[in-house]
């Protein structure tokens, strides 16, 4: 890692705006710099129903939007509310790195290359946060809910007037293949993570996840503040063309040459902005 290291300063999901959901919605898409098309592909949504999002003219987003939106924006489940998260997905940029470290494919020039990659990212402030993962395959929130609601002796009477939820809804939840309930409301999840004393997180059974040290730096560099937007728009450029190389099966570079070409591409990308200078009171 570089030797120069800045203050942390809050991530853009985590500053307190009066924000509708929709704008709150469009700012997340523009800091990674996507499109409404492209974020629309990144979360399996329909480009249409995305638009409905960002007008603020739909409601009662279902979990697996939620989940789907915040995976592909690389903030946590709580960015309709403008909550801090401290638990997150990774960052677009971040996730295309890992799957490049996970690929039985990379060569040990492209291993190399990555270790480049981490020793130019200047040392940023670790935020603390923690990773988070999910299966969408793999629903057990109907189960979790049963099972939490037996351990404290409530019925589902008791559970479903506390949510404000109907009786019969909440029998749905906790036997969702039976009922096909495929996307039942965030909001529901909410309100029953309230009464049953439990995380939402392992409510729906987000699961906690550890990554290289050259993921995380690279997700800690495009989540601070103290990156210049347009210096993250040139780093943003600078990955995708180093993935590009990594991809390329005649990408078989000796370890100086591959740290020529990192020293190339990255320096000139990355500037990083001086803390601001602490009040004088």
């Known amino acids: 890692m570089a030797t120069e290291r800045v203050e942390q300063s809050p991530s853009p999901e985590a500053q307190t705006e009066t924000l509708t959901r929709g704008e709150r919605l469009i700012k997340l898409r523009a800091d990674i710099g996507l499109s409404q098309r492209e974020l629309a592909l990144e979360a399996s949504l329909s480009q249409a129903y995305l638009c409905e999002l960002e007008r603020n003219e739909a409601d009662n987003e279902g979990y697996l939007t939620t989940i789907a939106l915040a995976r592909a924006l690389g903030v946590g489940i709580n960015f309709w509310e403008s909550q801090m998260d401290q638990r997150v997905f990774l960052r677009p940029e971040a996730r295309s790195i890992n799957k490049i470290i996970q690929s039985p494919f990379t060569t040990a020039p492209g291993v190399i290359l990555l270790a480049n990659i981490e020793s130019v990212i200047p040392e940023l402030e670790d935020p603390n946060l923690t990773y988070i993962e999910c299966c969408l395959k793999d629903q057990r929130f109907g ?26 809804y909440l029998s749905q939840l906790e036997n969702p293949e039976k009922h096909n309930l495929i996307n039942p409301s965030m909001r529901a999840f909410q309100e029953i993570a309230l009464i049953l004393r439990t995380d939402i997180h392992d409510l729906l059974d987000l699961e906690q996840i550890h990554y290289p040290d050259v993921v995380v730096h690279v997700d800690r560099l495009f989540r601070s503040d103290q990156i210049p937007p347009e ?51």
Request: aromatic share 2%; glycine share 6%.
């Open 143 to 168: 189960e979790i809910i049963s099972l939490l609601r037996r351990i404290q002796g409530l019925t589902q009477e008791q559970v479903a007037r506390g949510a404000g939820l109907s009786q019969g």
């Open 231 to 281: 210096s993250k728009k040139r780093a943003r450029a600078v990955i995708n063309s180093l993935i590009d190389l990594l991809k390329d099966p005649t990408f078989n570079r000796s370890g100086q040459e591959s740290t020529t070409l990192t020293q190339q591409l990255w320096p000139s990308s990355v500037t990083v902005s001086a803390p601001s200078p602490p009040l004088l009171l």
